[in-house]
Protein backbone atom coordinates (compact mmCIF):
# COMPACT_ATOMS: atom_id res chain seq x y z
CA UNK A 1 0.00 0.00 0.00
CA UNK A 2 1.48 3.68 -1.22
CA UNK A 3 2.82 5.67 2.29
CA UNK A 4 2.98 8.64 1.00
CA UNK A 5 1.43 10.43 -1.96
CA UNK A 6 2.51 13.30 -3.95
CA UNK A 7 0.10 14.12 -6.76
CA UNK A 8 1.62 16.73 -8.45
CA UNK A 9 4.44 15.15 -10.71
CA UNK A 10 5.25 18.53 -11.90
CA UNK A 11 4.83 22.34 -10.50
CA UNK A 12 5.32 26.13 -12.13
CA UNK A 13 6.28 29.17 -10.15
CA UNK A 14 6.84 32.29 -10.53
CA UNK A 15 10.64 33.56 -8.70
CA UNK A 16 9.45 35.09 -5.87
CA UNK A 17 6.38 33.69 -5.45
CA UNK A 18 4.82 31.00 -2.72
CA UNK A 19 4.48 27.35 -4.16
CA UNK A 20 2.53 24.46 -2.21
CA UNK A 21 3.56 21.23 -2.82
CA UNK A 22 1.25 18.25 -1.90
CA UNK A 23 1.65 15.37 0.20
CA UNK A 24 -0.37 12.90 2.02
CA UNK A 25 0.38 9.95 4.07
CA UNK A 26 -1.33 6.86 5.51
CA UNK A 27 -0.03 5.34 8.58
CA UNK A 28 -1.85 3.43 11.79
CA UNK A 29 1.03 4.78 14.07
CA UNK A 30 0.73 7.66 16.26
CA UNK A 31 4.50 8.44 16.32
CA UNK A 32 5.83 9.37 13.26
CA UNK A 33 8.16 11.97 11.44
CA UNK A 34 7.35 13.91 8.20
CA UNK A 35 10.01 15.29 6.62
CA UNK A 36 10.84 17.15 2.80
CA UNK A 37 13.98 16.55 1.01
CA UNK A 38 15.16 18.09 -1.92
CA UNK A 39 17.26 16.62 -4.46
CA UNK A 40 18.48 18.82 -7.46
CA UNK A 41 19.71 17.58 -11.48
CA UNK A 42 22.99 16.61 -9.34
CA UNK A 43 21.39 13.78 -7.61
CA UNK A 44 21.94 14.46 -3.43
CA UNK A 45 19.36 14.71 -1.14
CA UNK A 46 19.43 17.72 0.94
CA UNK A 47 16.72 17.62 4.03
CA UNK A 48 14.77 20.75 4.23
CA UNK A 49 11.93 20.34 6.99
CA UNK A 50 10.91 18.24 9.79
CA UNK A 51 7.65 17.77 11.65
CA UNK A 52 6.37 15.62 14.23
CA UNK A 53 3.05 14.07 14.79
CA UNK A 54 2.74 15.42 17.97
CA UNK A 55 4.33 18.50 17.15
CA UNK A 56 1.15 21.34 17.88
CA UNK A 57 2.66 23.75 15.90
CA UNK A 58 3.76 24.17 12.01
CA UNK A 59 7.92 23.56 11.42
CA UNK A 60 9.11 26.11 9.54
CA UNK A 61 12.70 26.57 8.37
CA UNK A 62 13.62 29.60 6.88
CA UNK A 63 11.76 29.85 3.40
CA UNK A 64 10.49 26.94 3.73
CA UNK A 65 7.29 25.86 5.90
CA UNK A 66 5.48 22.59 6.55
CA UNK A 67 1.75 23.03 6.47
CA UNK A 68 0.70 19.88 8.80
CA UNK A 69 -2.76 18.90 8.95
CA UNK A 70 -2.87 15.49 11.22
CA UNK A 71 -6.91 15.10 10.69
CA UNK A 72 -6.12 14.83 6.69
CA UNK A 73 -2.80 13.12 7.05
CA UNK A 74 -1.34 15.74 4.98
CA UNK A 75 1.92 17.86 5.07
CA UNK A 76 2.30 20.04 2.37
CA UNK A 77 5.41 21.96 1.82
CA UNK A 78 5.16 25.44 1.58
CA UNK A 79 7.85 27.97 -0.57
CA UNK A 80 8.11 31.25 0.04
CA UNK A 81 9.96 34.02 -2.14
CA UNK A 82 11.19 31.21 -4.88
CA UNK A 83 14.10 31.53 -6.23
CA UNK A 84 15.68 30.17 -9.21
CA UNK A 85 18.09 27.12 -7.11
CA UNK A 86 14.67 26.06 -6.08
CA UNK A 87 14.22 24.46 -9.23
CA UNK A 88 14.46 20.67 -8.24
CA UNK A 89 12.53 17.03 -7.50
CA UNK A 90 10.97 17.67 -3.87
CA UNK A 91 10.69 14.32 -1.93
CA UNK A 92 7.54 14.32 0.88
CA UNK A 93 8.59 11.31 3.56
CA UNK A 94 7.40 9.58 6.37
CA UNK A 95 8.33 7.32 9.35
CA UNK A 96 9.43 5.31 10.88
CA UNK A 97 7.10 2.09 10.50
CA UNK A 98 8.84 -0.03 12.18
CA UNK A 99 12.68 0.77 10.89
CA UNK A 100 11.07 2.00 7.57
CA UNK A 101 11.04 5.03 6.12
CA UNK A 102 8.95 5.78 3.05
CA UNK A 103 9.60 8.34 0.39
CA UNK A 104 6.92 9.61 -2.29
CA UNK A 105 7.23 9.43 -5.86
CA UNK A 106 8.46 13.48 -6.09
CA UNK A 107 7.53 16.83 -7.46
CA UNK A 108 9.44 18.16 -9.87
CA UNK A 109 9.39 22.06 -9.21
CA UNK A 110 10.26 24.52 -11.80
CA UNK A 111 11.40 28.57 -11.17
CA UNK A 112 10.55 30.73 -14.06
CA UNK A 113 12.18 33.84 -14.05
CA UNK B 1 32.61 18.34 9.02
CA UNK B 2 32.47 15.42 6.46
CA UNK B 3 29.46 14.50 5.07
CA UNK B 4 27.90 10.66 4.28
CA UNK B 5 30.55 9.33 1.50
CA UNK B 6 30.26 6.85 -0.71
CA UNK B 7 32.21 4.82 -3.44
CA UNK B 8 32.35 4.20 -5.93
CA UNK B 9 29.94 7.34 -7.65
CA UNK B 10 29.50 4.90 -11.15
CA UNK B 11 29.55 1.83 -11.62
CA UNK B 12 29.00 0.23 -14.84
CA UNK B 13 29.26 -3.99 -15.34
CA UNK B 14 27.83 -6.42 -17.01
CA UNK B 15 24.89 -8.83 -16.14
CA UNK B 16 26.07 -12.10 -13.77
CA UNK B 17 28.98 -10.00 -11.94
CA UNK B 18 28.92 -9.08 -8.83
CA UNK B 19 29.47 -5.52 -7.33
CA UNK B 20 30.29 -4.20 -3.85
CA UNK B 21 29.46 -0.78 -2.83
CA UNK B 22 31.13 1.42 0.31
CA UNK B 23 29.03 3.89 2.53
CA UNK B 24 31.09 6.20 5.12
CA UNK B 25 28.42 7.79 7.32
CA UNK B 26 28.84 10.78 9.20
CA UNK B 27 31.46 9.76 12.07
CA UNK B 28 28.79 10.26 14.98
CA UNK B 29 25.95 8.95 13.41
CA UNK B 30 25.16 5.11 14.46
CA UNK B 31 22.15 4.66 12.40
CA UNK B 32 22.35 3.65 8.76
CA UNK B 33 20.16 2.98 6.14
CA UNK B 34 20.32 2.10 2.15
CA UNK B 35 17.97 2.85 -0.15
CA UNK B 36 17.57 2.27 -4.24
CA UNK B 37 16.18 4.53 -6.35
CA UNK B 38 14.79 4.23 -9.76
CA UNK B 39 14.21 7.00 -12.75
CA UNK B 40 11.48 9.20 -11.83
CA UNK B 41 10.91 7.23 -8.13
CA UNK B 42 11.74 8.20 -4.84
CA UNK B 43 14.24 6.41 -2.49
CA UNK B 44 12.79 2.89 -1.75
CA UNK B 45 13.95 1.55 1.46
CA UNK B 46 16.12 -1.47 1.20
CA UNK B 47 17.95 -2.06 4.96
CA UNK B 48 18.69 -0.29 8.14
CA UNK B 49 21.87 -0.91 10.52
CA UNK B 50 21.87 0.28 13.99
CA UNK B 51 25.86 0.35 15.09
CA UNK B 52 26.64 -3.07 13.38
CA UNK B 53 23.13 -4.85 14.23
CA UNK B 54 21.47 -5.06 10.76
CA UNK B 55 17.75 -4.61 12.30
CA UNK B 56 15.34 -4.76 8.72
CA UNK B 57 16.20 -5.77 5.46
CA UNK B 58 12.97 -4.84 2.81
CA UNK B 59 11.55 -7.84 0.95
CA UNK B 60 12.97 -6.03 -1.85
CA UNK B 61 16.38 -7.15 -0.55
CA UNK B 62 16.46 -10.69 -2.28
CA UNK B 63 18.77 -12.71 -1.86
CA UNK B 64 21.54 -11.74 -4.06
CA UNK B 65 21.51 -8.83 -2.02
CA UNK B 66 23.80 -8.53 1.26
CA UNK B 67 25.13 -5.69 3.78
CA UNK B 68 27.44 -5.63 6.56
CA UNK B 69 28.37 -2.84 9.15
CA UNK B 70 31.06 -4.65 10.80
CA UNK B 71 32.50 -2.22 13.47
CA UNK B 72 29.34 -0.16 13.20
CA UNK B 73 31.15 2.78 11.29
CA UNK B 74 31.39 1.87 7.45
CA UNK B 75 28.71 -0.41 5.56
CA UNK B 76 28.90 -2.63 2.20
CA UNK B 77 26.51 -3.68 -0.12
CA UNK B 78 26.94 -6.42 -2.39
CA UNK B 79 24.80 -7.26 -5.24
CA UNK B 80 25.76 -11.13 -6.49
CA UNK B 81 24.68 -11.99 -9.73
CA UNK B 82 23.69 -8.90 -11.34
CA UNK B 83 20.59 -8.01 -13.19
CA UNK B 84 19.75 -5.72 -15.68
CA UNK B 85 16.75 -4.78 -12.82
CA UNK B 86 19.57 -3.98 -10.58
CA UNK B 87 20.40 -0.67 -12.77
CA UNK B 88 19.71 2.14 -10.58
CA UNK B 89 20.93 4.66 -8.13
CA UNK B 90 22.19 3.32 -4.48
CA UNK B 91 21.88 6.05 -1.82
CA UNK B 92 23.34 5.42 1.39
CA UNK B 93 21.81 7.74 4.77
CA UNK B 94 22.56 8.23 8.03
CA UNK B 95 21.15 9.67 11.05
CA UNK B 96 22.26 10.37 14.85
CA UNK B 97 20.99 8.66 17.87
CA UNK B 98 18.20 10.27 19.75
CA UNK B 99 14.30 9.42 19.00
CA UNK B 100 14.40 8.07 15.87
CA UNK B 101 11.35 9.79 14.70
CA UNK B 102 12.27 13.32 14.61
CA UNK B 103 16.31 12.71 13.55
CA UNK B 104 16.72 13.41 9.85
CA UNK B 105 19.21 11.55 7.85
CA UNK B 106 21.81 12.56 5.71
CA UNK B 107 22.57 11.22 2.32
CA UNK B 108 25.58 10.68 0.57
CA UNK B 109 25.25 11.30 -3.00
CA UNK B 110 25.06 7.92 -4.19
CA UNK B 111 26.50 4.72 -6.68
CA UNK B 112 25.24 4.88 -9.71
CA UNK B 113 24.87 1.00 -11.09
CA UNK B 114 24.56 0.46 -15.03
CA UNK B 115 24.37 -3.22 -16.24
CA UNK B 116 25.14 -3.49 -19.83
Known amino acids: AQKITQTQPGMFVQEKEAVTLDCTYD???????LFWYKQPSSGEMIFLIY??????QNATEGRYSLNFQKARKSANLVISASQLGDSAMYFC??????????FGTGTSLTVIP | DTGVSQDPRHKITKRGQNVTFRCDPI?????LYWYRQTLGQGPEFLTYFQNEAQLEKSRLLSDRFSAERPKGSFSTLEIQRTEQGDSAMYLC??????????????FGDGTRLSIL
Open chain 1, 93 to 102: AMGPTGNQFY
Open chain 2, 27 to 31: SEHNR
Open chain 2, 93 to 106: ASSSSGTRVNQPQH
Open chain 1, 27 to 33: TSDQSYG
Open chain 1, 51 to 56: QGSYDE
